[in-house]
């Protein structure tokens, strides 16, 4: 949009002038200018990875109503949100759908944030088809519960999901290969080992870095 490629130049010109830049992912180094790269600073945003967390599918599912035979597969969207890239997301589940007739394309909006670690646990795969990210808590979220993941490589998708188990990076925005991978993991029916590579996105550590940042510039 207008306004998105306005806040980008302003953003531009704003980092020429500062002691010290973060941003929220590797990617994002390289829409700002070479000559910033010494005093660019990576920083996802962090989660509360207490408070979301693994645990059993069937106590989930009981917890929030979902029914036991289906398999859900999760997106996030809010109306007007077009950078999600809704259509493509329907369009996948669309396709899914021919060969999991007992999918369900499970919209998440509006929810309490205190009922989002049971979404998780009781969803089967959560899709992400954004245009263009910073650090998604969703995938973040997600990857702290265990929930297996299908993402274009946009944002930090790449560096959360490197080695995570069950969990595929598209470089593309096919929606057939895209379906694939989602039916692959539907088959498979096992959850990733997302839990595991979680301590780095906590919020305690994430907090601490940026501490850091402000000390050196103190500092000077």
Same mark, same amino acid.
Do not use: W
């Given at each position: 949009?207008?306004? @998105? ?10 980092s020429?002038f500062?002691?010290?830049i973060?941003?929220? =992912? !590797? ?14 600073n990576?920083?996802?945003? @962090?989660?509360?990875? %207490? ?6 599918m +069937? ?16 997106f996030?969207?809010? !109306? @007007?949100?077009? *950078?999600?890239?809704?259509d493509?997301?329907? !369009? ?17 909006t509006?929810?309490n ?9 009781? =969803?089967?795969v959560?899709? +992400?088809?954004?245009? +263009?990210e @910073? ?14 993941? &299908?993402?274009?490589? *946009?944002g930090?998708?790449? $560096? ?10 598209l ?11 989602v039916e692959?993991?539907l088959?498979?029916? !096992?959850?990733?080992n997302? +839990? %595991?590579?979680? %301590? $780095?996105? =906590?919020?305690?550590?994430?907090? %601490?870095k &940026? ?10």
């Amino acid at each position: 949009t207008l306004k @998105g490629y306005l806040i980008k130049i302003l953003s531009i010109i704003s980092s020429l002038f500062a002691k010290n830049i973060i941003v929220k =992912s !590797e990617e994002m180094i390289f829409h700002l200018p070479k000559i910033l790269s010494s005093k660019i600073n990576v920083i996802p945003n @962090g989660i509360d990875t %207490k408070f979301f967390y693994p645990m059993p599918m +069937h106590d989930a599912k009981s917890h929030i109503g979902f029914d036991h035979k289906k398999k859900y597969i999760m997106f996030f969207f809010s !109306e @007007g949100q077009v *950078v999600k890239n809704p259509d493509m997301a329907t !369009e996948v589940f669309r396709m899914v759908k021919n060969n999991y007739p007992d999918a369900v394309f499970f919209i998440a909006t509006g929810l309490n944030y205190e009922d989002l670690v049971y979404y998780y646990n009781a =969803s089967h795969v959560l899709i +992400h088809t954004s245009f +263009h990210e @910073g650090s998604n808590n969703s995938i973040k979220e997600a990857l702290s519960c265990n929930l297996p993941i &299908v993402s274009v490589n *946009v944002g930090d998708a790449g $560096e959360r999901l490197r080695n995570v188990n069950n969990c595929f990076v598209l470089d593309s925005y096919d929606p057939i290969e895209f379906a694939s991978k989602v039916e692959e993991l539907l088959y498979l029916d !096992e959850r990733s080992n997302g +839990h %595991k590579f979680i %301590k $780095e996105i =906590s919020i305690e550590n994430t907090a %601490k870095k &940026v501490a850091k940042v402000y000390e050196e510039i103190h500092n000077g």
